[in-house]
């Protein structure tokens, strides 16, 4: 069966690269450019994954992460960010119970292994 990932991600480079790398490794990929559009996928549509950038406008990934599990509780997300704070915002998606986070910026080896990590026993 094929797994669909939600990506949130207000970089449309980035979000243009994640996109192609999860389709090219046999993933199924909606991508969104805020939190709010996010979440208003993630209700919509099921996903077995969600991948979402800390530091957006409109709404950030931590408030992603937080409404994300409001809603399902077992739904892996992995959470990424790029700024000069970057430990400090991923600290704090560990603490709202991402299940794994990525320091931008990364390969799409290192991705495609997390991506599986993240969606063993789903």
Do not use: W
């Not at 797994?3 to 979000?15: G, Q, R």
């Not at 408030?63 to 409001?70: G, N, P, S």
């Not at 992995?78 to 560990?94: K, N, P, V």
């Not at 320091?103 to 292994?113: E, N, R, S, T, V």
């Amino acid at each position: 069966m094929n797994k669909n990932i939600l990506v949130i991600d207000d970089n449309e480079t980035m979000s243009d690269m994640l996109c192609t790398v999860l389709e090219d490794a046999g993933y199924a990929v909606k991508a969104c450019v805020n939190g709010k559009d996010g979440i208003d996928a993630f209700r919509a549509l099921h996903f077995d994954l969600v991948i979402t950038d800390i530091s957006m406008p409109v709404m950030g990934g931590i408030e992603v992460i937080k409404l994300v599990r409001q809603e399902n509780a077992t739904v892996p997300i992995i959470a990424m960010s790029g700024t000069d704070r970057a430990e400090s915002f991923l600290g704090m998606a560990d603490y709202y119970t991402a299940d794994f986070t990525l320091q931008k910026p990364f390969g799409p080896k290192q991705l495609i292994k997390m991506v599986a990590k993240a969606l063993e026993g789903n």
